[in-house]
C-alpha cells in the first residue's frame, strides 16, 4: 500500500497495481498459447518430414 497517498489517489493506486497484474496475467497466457501453438506446429513439419522416409 501507499500510507503516503490520500483515499482517492490511495485507490487509484491500487486499482491501477490490480490492472498491471492482470495484464501481466494476460501477457503470460498468451505467451503460454503461442508456444503451444509454436509446438504443434513443429510437431506436425517433424511428422510431415518423417513421413516421406517411411513410404
Do not use: I, N, Y
Request: with cysteine; glycine share 4%.
Amino acid at each position: 500500500m501507499h500510507p503516503h497517498l490520500c483515499e482517492d489517489c490511495q485507490s487509484r493506486a491500487v486499482a491501477v497495481e490490480q490492472q498491471a497484474e492482470a495484464d501481466e496475467r494476460d501477457r503470460q497466457e498468451q505467451e503460454r498459447l503461442r508456444q503451444e501453438q509454436e509446438a504443434k506446429q513443429a510437431a506436425q513439419k517433424a511428422g510431415g518430414w518423417l513421413s516421406r522416409f517411411r513410404t
